[in-house]
């Protein structure tokens, strides 16, 4: 019967658009906002080993049992983990993973349409010239910065801004424009990464660049730095809420689940290091500090763009593309919301998108005041923004992940994985179970007993 099973939201049209629409997925802001910047705070090169073990042993077959979860189930994540957990003769308070995931979402979406909405306002900036300036170009971009976020008029605006083009994408539902957008957009940015790292290359700290990124010294790392690492492969591949099991959902059959995953990682981690290759050349260059935080490629790059010829042009094509990679992957955070919305409601997918789309606007005000006004207020000792950051990525992706595979491994009939991935080879389909029976949920548990100490 699942075979023939449709989703009622509509379908990739090929294995390529669930391709695209997947990388558009988990390349965004993570990778070019957010993978810099922990880099530098966590001390370079060790963290990012551990980051790439974690996505080389936990994500990627994390990612397979999610896209598989959902192209099994075929409904919103918190749906398919109930008829899932029906068809395995589990307890149907698995549907609560979904839940956990929908929440997430909501939070993460919250600040990260205000990092997107800063990306958007840099666009401009960079056409009107604002980073050409009399005198020090790092005193005034970094001027130009701390004004900027220290304006909570402005990041409302920006926010307002990203939001209302998340909703309007998500209104036409998945295949209405996205699939056509990131076709161009990632050969675009992969390009313009490119001449950013040619311009590194010519900074005269390219090497240093490099040796800060590659060159691991472990005693630059803790359990926490371990936890962040961990953290961030769920985040920057959009794993743990359900992003991607939805996106399975809309898979068609017949389509290599395992291939189609490492596509999607091979691409996502390939961005990842290409911003950082481009970015620490320009901060050592210009003396600045790499763990200086989630101001990083807005307080570099532009410097860069200053400088270089054709500053103006790739600067403005820049911020534009990181705009479209940010939405490409925010229409995939509120997504499962959505879909729930209009599944479990019957609600029209629009008002789905008001309500959801309110709620995280409403939200994402704290973070804009975590910049500015509010910037002394601590919970935990840390400002909303941080915290929200935090308990999302470092905690609630690789809790939802951890529950992702101990489902795939050892609540889901072996049968229905075996059918639904489709792995030719018995020793691959092996290997993948086994690593989402025992390595990524060991893993995750040891990483997190690290931190709070026992180990
Ligand atoms: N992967 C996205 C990025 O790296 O920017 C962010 C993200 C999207 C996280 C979807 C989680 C998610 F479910």
Redesign the pocket.
């Known amino acids: 019967m699942t075979e023939t099973k449709q989703s009622i939201h509509g379908a990739w049209s090929s294995r390529f658009a669930f391709i695209l629409a997947a990388t558009g ?7 070019i906002w ?1 993978f810099p910047y922990i880099t530098g705070e966590n001390g370079g090169g060790a963290f990012v080993l551990v980051y790439l073990l974690c996505v080389a042993l936990i994500g990627i077959p994390i990612m397979i049992a999610e896209t598989m979860m959902g192209r099994r189930g075929r409904q919103s994540p918190i749906n398919t983990m109930q008829t899932l957990a029906r068809d395995a003769g589990a307890d149907e308070s698995w549907h609560y993973l979904g839940w956990l995931g929908v929440v997430t ?1 909501f939070l ?1 979406l919250s600040y ?1 349409s205000v990092i997107a909405g800063w990306a958007i306002s840099y666009v401009f900036k960079s056409l009107s010239g604002s980073f050409y300036g009399d005198g020090d170009s790092v005193d005034h971009i970094a001027k130009l910065f701390d004004g900027f976020i220290g304006s909570p008029m402005q990041l409302v605006f920006w926010h307002s801004l990203f939001m209302l083009a998340t909703m309007a994408v998500v209104v036409r539902g998945v295949q209405g424009g996205l699939e056509k957008a990131v076709r161009f957009l990632m050969p675009s940015l992969f390009a313009l990464l490119l001449v950013m790292v040619g311009y590194a290359m010519s900074s005269g700290a390219y090497q240093q660049g490099l040796d800060f990124m590659f060159d691991p010294d472990f005693s630059k790392i803790d359990g926490h730095s371990i936890l962040t690492a961990m953290g961030h492969a769920f ?10 099991m939805v996106y399975g959902s809309y898979l068609p059959k017949g389509v290599s689940i395992a291939k189609t995953s490492f596509i999607v990682a091979g691409a ?1 981690t390939a961005v990842a290091l290409l911003a950082g290759i481009a970015i620490f050349p320009i901060v050592f260059a210009n003396n600045l500090e790499p763990s200086s935080g989630p101001g990083l490629i807005f307080q570099t790059l532009p410097i860069a763009f200053g400088q270089m010829s054709g500053g103006l042009i790739f600067g403005t094509l820049f911020f534009i593309l990181l705009v479209f990679a ?1 939405l490409s ?1 925010s229409i ?2 509120i997504e499962p919301a959505v879909a729930w919305l209009v599944e479990n409601h019957n609600i029209t997918r629009k008002k789905a998108c008001v309500w959801a789309g309110l709620l995280t606007w409403l939200l994402g005000l704290g973070t804009v005041f975590s910049f500015n006004i509010w910037s002394d207020f601590k919970l935990f000792d840390r400002t909303i923004f941080n915290l929200l950051d935090y308990l999302t990525a470092n905690l609630l ?1 690789p809790i939802g992940g951890f529950f992702v595979a101990v489902f795939a491994g050892w609540i889901m009939l072996r049968q229905h994985s075996e059918e639904e991935l489709e792995i030719g080879s018995a020793p691959a389909y092996d290997l993948w179970r086994f690593l989402v029976r025992y390595v990524s949920p060991a893993a995750v548990f040891l990483v997190f007993l690290n931190v709070v100490g026992v180990l």
């Open positions: 997925s988990a390349v965004g802001l993570g990778n957010k979402g993460i990260y985040f920057t591949l959009s794993l743990g809420m359900g992003a991607i996502d940010a992957s995939s955070l992706l």
